[in-house]
T-cell receptor
Framework: NAGVTQTPKFQVLKTGQSMTLQCAQD?????MSWYRQDPGMGLRLIHY???????DQGEVPNGYNVSRSTTEDFPLRLLSAAPSQTSVYFC?????????????FGPGTRLLVL | SQQGEEDPQALSIQEGENATMNCSYK?????LQWYRQNSGRGLVHLIL?????REKHSGRLRVTLDTSKKSSSLLITASRAADTASYFC????????????FGQGTRLTINP
């Protein structure tokens, strides 16, 4: 199993550009999420999904869109990039139960917005 | 807003010593997890402790949880150079079971 994969590993954008960060998992996990990590900070939840066709906002959703058309994929879209979105983005997946489950993280995408 | 706060923010010790990191949180939780992040990499799950547990062990790791004080500690015994990493606690309850809220982390450096 590849686990959770993310592409690209690094991206530079100009202010106002759009892009999609890709995330895929091969563990048949229902729950997937996106976090951002700013320097010296912990991770903050952007959006999450509890299954195909179901998404919801996390702590810092503004400026980001998500969709979940399949169990495996959970892309994150930046419609109009801003310098404040410079960060490292992590995708995670887990089983969806009533209990807290171990989250499996991807290697991250480092984004720089100029 | 961050749910968990780690203390200290940075810790430097000699190889073979024990390392203790603390985490405090604000709201009631069902579970608390600890994760490790090596520089420039994703997070790796270390251990999960449920709110009805007080202590849990996994290899050289020992985690305690005091729900009355809303705090947890992570002890790494007999530290190794490979333990150099950032350690984060993560709690649920603020947004829901799977929606973890992370602290700012403790940066641990093991000196040879």
């Amino acid at each position: 199993n590849a686990g959770v994969t993310q592409t690209p590993k690094f991206q530079v954008l100009k202010t106002g550009q759009s892009m999609t960060l890709q995330c895929a998992q091969d563990m048949n996990h229902e729950y997937m999420s996106w976090y951002r990590q700013d320097p010296g900070m912990g991770l903050r939840l952007i959006h999450y999904s509890v299954g195909a066709g179901i998404t919801d906002q996390g702590e810092v959703p503004n400026g980001y869109n998500v969709s979940r058309s399949t169990t495996e994929d959970f892309p994150l879209r930046l419609l109009s990039a801003a310098p404040s979105q410079t960060s490292v983005y992590f995708c995670a997946s887990s089983l969806l139960t009533r209990e807290q489950e171990t989250q499996y993280f991807g290697p991250g995408t480092r984004l720089l917005v100029l | 807003s961050q749910q968990g706060e780690e203390d200290p923010q940075a810790l430097s010790i000699q190889e073979g010593e024990n390392a203790t990191m603390n985490c405090s949180y604000k709201t009631s939780i069902n579970n608390l997890q600890w994760y490790r992040q090596n520089s420039g990499r994703g997070l790796v799950h270390l251990i999960l402790i449920r709110s009805n547990e007080r202590e849990k062990h996994s290899g050289r790791l020992r985690v305690t949880l005091d729900t009355s004080k809303k705090s947890s500690s992570l002890l790494i015994t007999a530290s190794r150079a490979a333990d150099t990493a950032s350690y984060f606690c993560a709690t649920d309850g603020f947004f829901g079971a799977q929606k973890l809220v992370f602290g700012q982390g403790t940066r641990l450096t093991i000196n040879p």
